[in-house]
Every structure is written in C-alpha cells, then in structure tokens.
C-alpha cells in the first residue's frame, strides 16, 4: 500500500506547479489531464546530460517508465539547467516532494546535497540518490553499483580484443567515482595479458566544463588514443561516449559503451557494429526497484549496492561477434567467477 493519501489536483493548481517546476529545470508527466487519477509516484530528477544521453540517464527513465505502466500511476521527470546550484536542485526535488510525488530520486553524485536537504524537509517522502553513499538518513536509499567489476570484465575483453597491443580508456570527469572504471578496466586488461598498453586519460576536471555532456570532446580524446594505436577504446563519460564510440567507428576500431546495451539504443544505431560490448550498471533495476519498495509500504533506505552476484553489473551480449566469440566468452566468465567467489579481489582506485 502507498503511504500517501489519494489526490485530486485542479487545474489551476496543476498549471501553478507546473509553473514552479520551470523555474527549476523543464519537467515532463505521465499524465495530459489536469486531474490526477489516484496517488503520484515516481518521479526523478536528470544529472548533466539529461535524457536523451543514451547511457546513464536514460538507464533511470527506463525504470520509471516500468515503475508507471507497472503500478498506474503518475511520474515526472524534470531536466537540469546549466550553472544550477545545489540550491536550484534542492529546489527541484522538494518542489516534486510537496506535489505529492514518492519516491524522488535525485540522478548522480551531484545531487547529494540536495537529496540531503530535501530529505529533511520531507521525512515522509522516500528520497533516493544514484551513485552516492554518503547520505544517512531514515528516508533516503543510497542506489550503488560495483562499477569497478563490470570495468574489470570490460578490460578482459579488451585485452581479448586488441590486435595493437594498445587499448584506451576516456573518463568524462576526474572523480572518485570514474577510478572506479578506470581502475577496474585497467586491472582486467594487465590481469588478462601483462603486456597490453592501456592509455587513460580525462576529458574535464569538472562536470561543469562539460565532461559528462560533451561528445565533441570525447570524440578528440578517442581520436588521440587511436592515433597511438589504440584499437580498443572504452568510454565511462556519459553523452560525451557518444563521441568516442563515433570516433571509434570511424576509424574501424572497437569501442565499449557504459551504463546501458549501448549496442541497441537508436541513437547509435549506425554505430552499433562497432561496439564490442557494454559495461551495464542495472540503473533502471535500482530506480524500479526503489519505486516497488514505496508502492509495497517497506521503502528501501541506506546503502543498496548492486554488483556481479546481484546481476545488476554486467557485460552486454548484443553484439554477435562478441558473443559468439567462444574464447572471449570464456575467459569473461571465468573473471566473472572468480570476482563473485573473491577470488579475484577488483580495485576501486
């Protein structure tokens, strides 16, 4: 049972919030009608990027849209502004708190202050965080992935793959949270063959200059890597992927996408055959989840990690010369085992 009691909004009031949202980031509902039918429900706020970035936010609209068709009821899910501060998305998400909407996911690290504020604000509301653990609150679910053990099994494929000897990887933003592919990848390439060559480098120091939003220069960064022989090339930069994975193909080498099957989104499609494999974190598992929690009365609060043995970290198998590739598939499935069974001990930094 939902913990909120059912709602009529009329339109004068819906036009009134609709109009406090824009202040703060444009939003989008499941519903056309001034009226609400029954309880609202999930809604999430977008990091940099927003939706349409073919990997990380759009992984977390994924599972809103089952979180809708599967429970009926209303969502919202509102973009970022450029230079908005933690204030703005503080804003943002208590403005979705006061209208009703349970749970509220703030979408990346960057919402942390924010989640933290509103969650204060709103203890009856369930509030969650994607790829952050430092909040401790009884209503807020820390949604956390082992990213450093997809990276690991994406670096075993990349030292399967290369025919250089030279293989590379692009971070967007030169955080904690992106060591975590980088680490990951680069053990899983040595662990595999010593004698690989893994250039690594970062496309901003900041998310502001455009790291996680910026395909041109992700797109420059690969075209270096691949100028020193780099023919495998992994990205873990948000919508600046995009410009690897172009580069990637344009230049008839592998690329490995993040977050999502980047193998089978739109988007890329004329891309596709020039992508190895993804390393997926299961976000939309994590937001749907969070969002069945709340509609079964026992929300999920603290830290919720998801990882290998969960099956919410993974390597994609979309692409049939990756899958199909006997040798490959067995030395990922070896690692794969022995990470679950400690075996193999995944750097995180």
């Known amino acids: 049972m939902r913990r909120i009691s059912r709602i009529t909004v009329a339109g004068a009031a819906t036009a009134s919030l609709a109009l406090a949202l824009t202040a703060c980031g444009g939003t989008s509902t499941s519903s056309s009608s001034s009226e609400s039918k029954g309880d609202k429900g999930l809604a999430i706020a977008y990091d940099v990027g927003g939706k349409g970035d073919q990997s990380f936010n759009d992984a977390a609209y994924a599972g809103l849209e089952r979180a809708k068709k599967e429970f009926g009821y209303e969502t919202a899910d509102v973009e970022p502004t450029e230079g908005e501060t933690d204030a703005d998305k503080e804003q943002r998400l208590a403005s979705l708190a006061k209208q009703g909407y349970n749970p509220v996911i703030g979408v990346g690290y960057a919402y942390a202050a924010a989640v933290k504020g509103a969650a204060e604000k709103f203890p009856d509301t369930t509030f969650g965080i994607v790829d952050d653990a430092t909040i401790e609150a009884e209503n807020v679910a820390d949604l956390v992935f082992s ?186 499935e070896t690692a794969k085992e022995k990470i679950i069974s400690g075996e193999i001990k995944v750097k995180s930094s």
């Open 147 to 332: 990213e450093e053990q997809a990276s690991y099994l994406a670096g075993v494929a990349a030292a399967k793959a290369t025919r250089t000897g030279t293989v590379g990887f692009v971070g967007g933003v030169d955080i904690p949270l992106i060591h975590k592919f980088q680490a990951g990848f680069e053990q899983g390439v040595k662990d595999t063959d010593p004698e690989v060559r893994v250039i690594s480098q970062y496309l901003t120091q900041t998310a502001e200059e455009g790291g996680f939003s910026s395909p041109d220069k992700g797109k420059t960064a690969a075209e270096g890597q691949i100028e020193k022989k780099a023919d495998v090339v992994y990205a873990a930069a948000g919508l600046s992927g995009q410009g690897v994975i172009e580069a990637a193909a344009a230049n008839e080498v592998w690329a490995i996408g993040v977050d999502s099957d980047q193998y089978r989104q739109e988007a890329l499609a004329r891309y596709k055959d020039s992508i190895l494999t993804s390393a997926m974190k299961d976000v939309a598992k994590a937001v749907h989840n969070l969002a069945k929690s709340v509609e079964d009365g026992k929300p999920e609060t603290g830290i919720v990690r998801g990882d290998l043995k969960t099956g919410e970290v993974s390597l994609s198998n979309s692409n049939p010369k990756f899958a199909d590739d006997a040798e490959l598939q067995e030395a990922i």
